[in-house]
């Protein structure tokens, strides 16, 4: 068993994972008590607020920060909020946001300049993060696809930070320390925070120490957001599959530990 | 010169952002430092250019050459600048140039680089399969204490694991989020962050008071 | 389905089998998407920078009037010494500007805004308990936070009480990163996830259509 070739099990966590698509499955998810905290700060947003949507991941983590960025996006609008969307990710950040909050507020009938605007991309996040304290016009003269902030009509009432209302950083990098350490830290804006699974331990530390109002963790904290806005997206779509994959991943380590053990008796046995 | 000019540089700006906590905004050391900011956003840009010319440099030398993999480092030329070029063009000449929704740039990141990029991370399911498979073992007691916590957090966060504890006595889903991630992980993580956060800071000042100058490579 | 839309698909689904065809072995479709991707990712830098940061940061503001501009312009010419032996020296000042500034962001902000923040959270954490579950689980946290700094300091030898307290401080930090494999693995398998959703609801759906 020990020696078996890697190529088996990466057959198995293939086939775990395309079976619930070809038997769905519909699971209930619950939900935790840091996703619950993020959805209801939201709602308790003054309708009409300016927030801030910050696309920080990259198309590699597309599966799980992209759910938390159509759902979040889809309450904000419910909630007739001004949505301002930038992002630091140099590859493929500004593209991504232009692709969802277009898609999203056509469904709305959003319009772009007075509901929401892309700023696009600045380079040097700790330049573009302390820089928007005072100015964010200073750091983004124009927006993602070069209209002067001038012309846009929502970006008249909004200066800095002291017109958001709150910020929604979806990242699967460090990014989201930057923004706690110089945006919360530093101007006191109310923050909440995406995150891969990956990143997402590190950041209960913040939840706890309030510097973000609530937290959502990988894929099934998309899937926490999308059940909580009542709208099922591809998260909650792939909580079949990551049942089983975690299933077999735990099989799999107690198969190879027991192999371990018992190889190990063996082993002294024919020594002894 | 070639190491005191920079270090003076580095102090210089350094001060001036360090000092501009402590002034308003609209006074003279605010408004430097936020000019100051605008032009590291400027200058960031610049390099993360390095990397392309970088790459550019070293495959058309392969190329040139005519290394093993040629073939390859040519077509690697090849799609730097068919993403490239078109991105320069205006977009007033065609709407196909520019980085604009529609155009070959956005094109070629949506359809071809983004899946691509979501694949080469996607790959990594098979390989922690196959780790924890082969290698995850309880060696010790302190390897066996976190190979059952990560076997007990990845029940946890999946609907069929939730289920699988709700038959069980107690509400193990309360004891694993309020003891084990808001507790004994959040306790680690805020020891981890004050470390990293210490260490940072102590790195700031060596590098604006000059200490450090590692950064300025040889010579 | 249009016409346009089927080949994105089956562009899409060919560069993505072609990557993973590397978990059997490795074979020259592989190379092909790995060298692709490899030059579009750089070629996207380079309109992203010319258009945000060259034109729409530098040339537009400084033909418009902001002559200072001029300044962080030079600096990141001056950025490209580096592919010079003998120039390289020129770049110093570009890196020590960016090194400085963000030093000097930095050492404020992860003292002010991780340092003094996390400390403040977990003292507080005792004197606001409410019941003794809550205030059991305050002196958990706070004995970790100390527990696990001691055990990443390095420049004492963890004997005596020092070393106790790290021994208690790997306990804990067995549990956290157990904890983070967890994660890690829901995280990994969850991009895996989004990959064979495209694969068979847009690919294998896609079928229909050319049938």
């Known amino acids: 068993m020990q020696q078996m070739d890697r190529r088996w099990v990466y057959l198995m966590v293939g086939i775990s994972v395309i079976i619930p698509f070809l038997l769905p499955m519909t699971l209930p998810v619950s939900i935790t008590p840091e996703a619950r905290m993020l959805y209801d700060f939201v709602e308790a947003l003054p309708d009409s607020s300016t927030v801030m949507l910050v696309f920080d991941y990259y198309p590699s983590t597309i599966a799980e920060c992209e759910p938390m960025t159509i759902a979040a996006m889809h309450h904000f609008f419910r909630k007739d909020c001004r949505v301002i969307t930038l992002s630091n990710i140099p590859l493929g950040g500004p593209t991504m946001a232009e692709a969802v909050t277009r898609a999203i507020a056509e469904e709305y009938g959003k319009v772009y300049g007075v509901d929401f605007v892309n700023l696009g991309y600045k380079a040097n996040y700790v330049a573009v993060l302390s820089g928007m304290g005072q100015s964010i016009e200073s750091i983004f003269p124009t927006d993602n696809s070069g209209t002067p902030l001038s012309q846009l009509p929502l970006m008249h009432s909004v200066v800095n930070y002291e017109q958001i209302a709150f910020i929604f950083e979806v990242a699967d990098n460090a990014t989201a320390d930057y923004w706690v350490s110089i945006v919360n830290a530093g101007y006191g804006v109310p923050m909440g925070c995406g995150t891969t699974a990956v990143s997402a331990p590190k950041y209960y530390a913040f939840v706890d120490a309030g510097q973000f109002v609530g937290l959502l963790g990988g894929m099934k904290g998309a899937a926490e957001y999308e059940q909580l806005i009542n709208r099922q997206g591809d998260a909650m779509v792939g909580m079949g599959a990551q049942s089983l994959v975690h299933l077999l991943i735990i099989a799999l380590v107690i198969i190879g530990n027991l192999g371990f053990f018992v190889g190990g008796i063996g082993k002294r046995r024919r020594i002894g | 010169m070639k190491t005191t000019v920079p270090i003076i540089v580095a102090f210089v700006a350094g001060v001036a952002l360090v000092l501009a906590f402590f002034f308003d905004q609209r006074t003279l050391i605010g408004s430097l430092s936020q000019e100051l900011r605008i032009w590291l956003s400027i200058v960031g840009g610049f390099t993360l250019l390095l990397g392309v010319v970088s790459i550019t440099r070293v495959n058309f030398a392969a190329v040139r050459q005519r290394k093993e993999g040629w073939f390859y480092k040519l077509i690697t030329l090849i799609s730097i600048f068919a993403m490239a070029i078109p991105a320069l063009l205006p977009s007033s000449w065609s709407p196909l140039f520019g980085r604009q929704s529609g155009s070959i740039y956005d094109w070629l990141f949506l359809y071809m680089d983004a899946p691509m990029m979501a694949t080469m991370f996607a790959t990594l399911a098979f390989y922690i399969a196959s780790a924890a498979y082969r290698a995850f073992r309880a060696r010790s007691p302190e390897s066996t204490l976190l190979l059952v916590t990560a076997t007990v957090i990845m029940l946890w966060r999946v609907p069929m694991g939730e289920w699988l504890f709700e038959q069980l006595p107690g509400d193990i889903p309360f004891f694993l989020n309020t003891y084990i991630m808001n507790g004994i992980n959040m306790a680690v993580q805020r020891g981890i962050i004050i470390g990293a956060a210490l260490g940072a800071a102590s790195m700031s000042l060596r590098i604006i008071l000059g200490i450090e100058r590692t950064y300025m490579g040889k010579g | ?211």
């Open chain 3, 1 to 211: 389905m249009s016409g346009i839309e089927l080949l994105q698909i089956w562009i899409m689904a060919f560069l993505t089998l072609a990557l993973l065809s590397f978990l059997y072995k490795d074979n020259p479709a592989y190379k092909l998407a790995e060298h692709i991707f490899a030059g579009l990712s750089a070629g996207y830098y380079v309109g992203l920078i010319w258009d945000t940061v060259i034109v729409q940061q530098l040339w537009e503001p400084l033909i418009a009037g902001k002559v200072l501009l001029i300044i962080p312009g030079v600096l990141g010419i001056l950025m490209f010494g580096r592919f010079s032996q003998q120039y390289s020296w020129i770049s110093r000042v570009s890196l020590a500007f960016v090194m400085g500034t963000t030093s000097g962001i930095f050492l404020v902000t992860q003292l002010h805004g991780l340092v003094l923040a996390q400390m403040r959270s977990t003292m507080r954490s005792m004197a606001g308990a409410d019941g003794f579950a809550d205030l059991m689980l305050s002196l958990v946290i706070v004995i970790g936070v100390i527990a696990t700094l001691i055990y990443f300091y390095f420049s004492k030898e963890h004997k005596g009480i020092l070393g106790g307290t790290a021994k208690v401080g790997v306990w804990f930090i067995m549990i956290a990163f157990g904890a983070h494999f967890g994660y890690t693995v829901m995280g990994r398998v969850s991009l895996l996830i989004g990959r064979v959703q495209f694969l068979i609801q847009d690919w294998i759906g896609s079928f229909n259509q050319i049938i």
